[in-house]
């Protein structure tokens, strides 16, 4: 019967899609630990091991103020931290596109590293696979429908680098003893609730505006000039990153919620917004 064929045919196809998708998500899951591997093989021993009032001596009067607000004595600092996080993220260039995802990041603090893993889900039984990572100097980003298909593959620029590396230093509001002198972050006055920061690590070197708001926490940063891929192309573009629902971890004042936007000539375009639920931390000894 036509019917049978028919049938045989669908469960053929039915198989083979299951066997490529778990092909893929063990593919994915393998080049996740890879990159975990890669960063931690580069991992610096911090000192000092606890925050000292006295390294802010000389910093901006906006900054002494913020450490003060989020850092207790001789609070140990953070030599990385594994989050997760919830959200929408918009993937359209020009328009509005918004998609939840799901992902988990883990984060070292010396030398500087980070790898976000998520997973957007583009409509019932279609997902995009991410990574955004910063690796030993190397920026990458990876995107893949289903964990097979290449969307996006970035890696092994200055730009791209650069562009991680920023990422890195504007989300340390989640690990704030990352940003203390001691850990290689230059301070600049610029007025009562702002300061510029500078880090280098390797050959990438950056410069961010920090705002602080009323109660001496990090309201925002922003960038004059991150890599915007825009038609395959990056196009250096102004970025901004906003800060909110501070709470305690571990005894330090952090945000659980963030916005990430492009600040295009007609306003601010938003691409991110994520809420931290999950987070846990390693300290140095």
């Known amino acids: 019967m036509w ?10 196809l039915v198989v083979a899609v299951t066997i490529g998708i778990l092909y893929a998500m063990n593919r994915w899951q393998s080049d996740t630990r890879k990159l975990h591997s890669r960063m931690e093989a580069v991992r610096i021993a911090i000192t000092p091991t ?10 901006p009067v906006p900054v002494q103020r913020y450490f003060r607000t989020v850092l207790k004595e001789g609070q140990p600092l953070v030599t990385a931290v594994s989050v997760e996080h919830t959200g929408t993220f918009n993937m359209s260039e020009t328009g509005e596109q918004w998609k939840s995802f799901h992902s988990k990041q883990r984060v070292i603090t010396k030398r500087p590293g980070f790898v976000w893993e998520a997973r957007i889900q583009m409509a019932p039984g279609i997902t995009v696979y991410v990574h955004d990572a910063y690796v030993g100097g190397e920026g990458i980003l990876i995107a893949k429908l289903f964990g097979l298909v290449s969307l996006v593959n970035l890696r092994g620029t200055p730009e791209v680098a650069q562009g991680e590396l920023l990422r890195f230093f504007a989300e340390a509001a989640w690990y704030p003893t990352a940003l203390l002198p001691s850990q290689g972050v230059q301070w600049e006055a610029v007025d009562d609730t702002s300061a510029k920061a500078s880090l280098k690590d390797g050959e990438t070197a950056l410069t961010i505006l920090f705002r602080f708001n009323e109660s001496g926490l990090i309201e925002s940063v922003r960038a004059e000039a991150r890599g915007r891929t825009i038609a395959g192309r990056v196009i250096p573009t102004p970025w901004e990153g906003r800060w909110s629902h501070y709470e305690i971890r571990d005894g330090m004042l952090i945000p ?15 691409y991110w917004r994520g809420h931290m639920h999950g987070i846990k931390y390693e300290f140095a000894k």
């Open 3 to 12: 019917w049978k064929v028919i049938a045989m045919v669908l469960a053929v």
């Open 256 to 270: 659980l919620d963030g916005e990430v936007a492009w600040v295009l000539p007609e306003g601010p375009k938003p």
């Open 50 to 59: 606890s925050y000292d009032r006295r390294e802010l001596e000389g910093l």
